[in-house]
């Protein structure tokens, strides 16, 4: 019996490694998804590295050098009070990655308690749903003004705000997922087993929940990155003093004429941003759903042939 279960334990485990051996293979050989994880991927690299990437201290004024164009001594040219463009746009994605991955974490962890709990718990389906709904009834930046101003700027209430607007998206997926995996067998088998309902819901219902999670949080990222830009554009995020791109876009729309360079720059690293995290979310909702890896492998199987 003993070797028996360490058998079947070792088949399941070499199964789910394959799994996500296909799902990596997936999206490294489509090459959209495989740009997008690039973008994504050099975001990060620019903002972990952005006190040697940068060729001037972003905060530095140099009135006498206000508005000069794009040049060999300022990449992206100065803005309004002298201060070097790219090192306000290279400081300015650690801000962007920084709220970006911890609403994420809000989100996914808010979100993901209350799925999990509308799901399992029928009683307080209703209750915790319709309080997601009375939440998504808002216009996510309007909700996420709103907010702001009660809380006042700064990066923490930054986070909190966009992390709780896009918090019914995940419960929605995570409860959704719930609903089904509930009623599996070896859920039932655990009940009649006598385990609780913490266990149940830790050990076998959340890892099945995992992978529409990590697609939700790719997308959440995308509009967090946008949330932040916006909500700085407005004047109600990060203080004005801190380099980011919703800053710096709405510090220059007032030469857009004069210097449009103070604003094109923030705004193609906000797109290349959303865009890179959007196409990999698109990949890894493909790659997670069964249907399309069985189709991946049959096409492999007939290439092969």
């Not at 495989?34 to 001037?56: Q, T």
């Not at 529409?212 to 916006?230: R, S």
């Amino acid at each position: 019996m003993a070797n028996t279960a360490a058998a079947e334990g070792a088949a399941q485990e070499a199964k789910r490694r394959s799994v996500w051996a296909q799902t990596l293979r997936m999206l490294v050989r489509r090459r959209i998804v495989a740009v997008g994880i690039g973008l994504v991927v050099g975001g990060f690299l620019v903002a972990v590295l952005a006190p040697l990437l940068a060729s001037h201290n972003p905060n530095e004024l140099t009135i006498a050098d206000r508005l000069r164009p794009p040049s060999r001594a300022n990449l992206f040219g100065t803005d309004g009070f002298g201060r070097d463009v790219y090192s306000r746009v290279v400081y300015g994605a650690r801000l962007s990655i920084l709220v970006g991955a911890m609403s994420v974490a809000v989100a996914s962890i808010g979100g993901g308690i209350a799925g999990l709990i509308a799901g399992f718990y029928p009683r307080l389906d209703g209750v915790l749903m319709r309080i997601m709904d009375g939440i998504m009834a808002f216009p996510n930046i309007v909700l996420a003004i709103a907010l702001m101003a009660s809380l006042g700027p700064s990066v923490i209430n930054v986070i909190f705000s966009l992390g709780f607007v896009y918090m019914p998206r995940v419960a929605r997926v995570v409860r959704s997922g719930v609903l089904v995996i509930r009623e599996s067998l070896y859920v039932e088998a655990a009940r009649a087993l006598g385990a609780r309902d913490h266990r149940i819901l830790r050990l076998d219902i959340l890892p099945n929940c995992l992978s529409p999670i990590i697609v939700q949080a790719t997308f959440v990222f995308a509009y967090a990155v946008l949330g932040e830009a916006a909500l700085s554009f407005l004047g109600v995020g990060v203080p004005p003093y801190i380099s980011s791109w919703g800053n710096i876009l709405s510090e220059g729309r007032q030469f857009i004429t004069q210097a449009p360079w103070i604003t094109i720059f923030p705004g193609v690293a906000i797109m290349l941003t959303v865009l890179g995290l959007n196409v990999v979310g698109d990949g890894l909702r493909d790659a997670c759903d069964p249907r399309m890896r069985y189709l991946y492998g049959r096409m492999s199987k007939s290439t092969k042939a």
